[in-house]
């Protein structure tokens, strides 16, 4: 859907015959306002207040990219002008997959600053010549953080015995550990996943390493932050499970699940019968050195 220039210039210059409720309508929609406040002056002045921070920051790259770029389409990194304007308007939640693509293509952004809201939009060009304190050859070090977390791995062969013993905290104690680095202290319970099976493809690959923290129980009474995460479920007797949460009916206490992977159909589930929910905070792709941040601010 798109908009004539000749007939966007005239109507932005107060020209009735082009400034419609249609053309209103078709301005609000392509670029998230919401049609209320341009028609009637009424309500908030985008479409979604709520507009999750990911999107915010994708969309601030997308039209960098749009102004800098006069090759630039949506296209290129494998999104509709549909999928543009759902993600601008709350719609629909940014693909990881389509950021890793961003950054393969566009390797001067910084995808941290989507993800994480670390830095800029730029990766900082560093001008060597003018650096005259560097280390001699085969002396350089790397970065060291202040702050490590152990976290335990629930591998994919161990995740069954786990369910089988009621989720015991005494069954993690033999279960690898792995270290997250960190500028700073991180709050809260910390567990380890490895992905099993294809129905989150693409964004997850069978033998994945996604890392998470805990919701705590008595947060579940209240509207998940379903936008800006995903979620691995601990269920009773069904496993562990990762699955996007695309409806969560506070008054039920129940959750609706999806899979990336079109093959697999949609279903609910009781809280009731959930031992533990955890977010998606970052994954670490078997077979590739990508490491990312699935959202902002874990710490």
């Known amino acids: 859907m798109e908009i004539n220039k000749s007939s966007m210039s005239l109507a932005l210059k107060g020209d009735e015959r082009y400034l419609t409720e249609k053309f209103i309508t078709k301005f609000a929609n392509i670029y998230g306002f919401n049609k209320n406040w341009l028609w009637k002056g009424e309500g908030s002045m985008f479409a979604n207040a709520d507009l999750p921070p990911i999107n915010a920051r994708f969309i601030e790259v997308y039209e960098y990219l749009q102004h800098t770029r006069p090759d630039f389409t949506p296209e290129k990194i494998g999104l509709s002008q549909e999928e543009i304007n759902n993600i ?100 809260g319970n910390y567990l380890a996943f490895e992905v099993a099976g294809d129905s989150m493809e693409p964004d997850y690959i069978e033998g994945d390493v996604v890392i998470c923290r805990e919701v705590q129980r008595h947060l579940w009474q209240y509207k998940l932050h379903i936008k ?24 039920n206490g129940v959750i609706y699940c999806h ?18 929910l955890y977010n998606v905070i970052e994954v670490r792709q078997k077979g590739r050195s990508k490491r990312s941040n699935r959202a902002k601010d874990f710490l």
């Open 259 to 276: 899979s990336l992977n079109p093959k697999y159909e949609d279903f609910k589930i009781s809280l009731h019968e959930v031992r533990f």
């Open 228 to 251: 800006d995460w995903d979620f691995v479920i601990a269920h009773a007797t069904n496993g562990i499970m990762l699955k996007e949460i695309i409806k969560h009916d506070v008054k």
């Open 88 to 187: 601008r308007i709350g719609n629909a939640k940014v693909p990881f997959i389509k950021i890793v693509n961003l950054k393969s293509l566009y390797p001067e952004i910084n995808t941290d600053y989507i993800t994480s809201n670390y830095g800029e939009i730029l990766i900082p060009v560093i001008d060597y010549s003018k650096i005259t304190d560097r280390l001699p050859q085969g002396e350089l070090k790397e970065k060291e953080y202040p702050e490590k977390l152990a976290v335990k791995l629930v591998t994919t062969k161990a995740q069954a015995g786990w369910t089988e013993g009621y989720y015991n905290d005494e069954y993690l104690e033999d279960m690898p550990t792995i270290l997250i680095d960190s500028e700073e202290k991180h709050h």
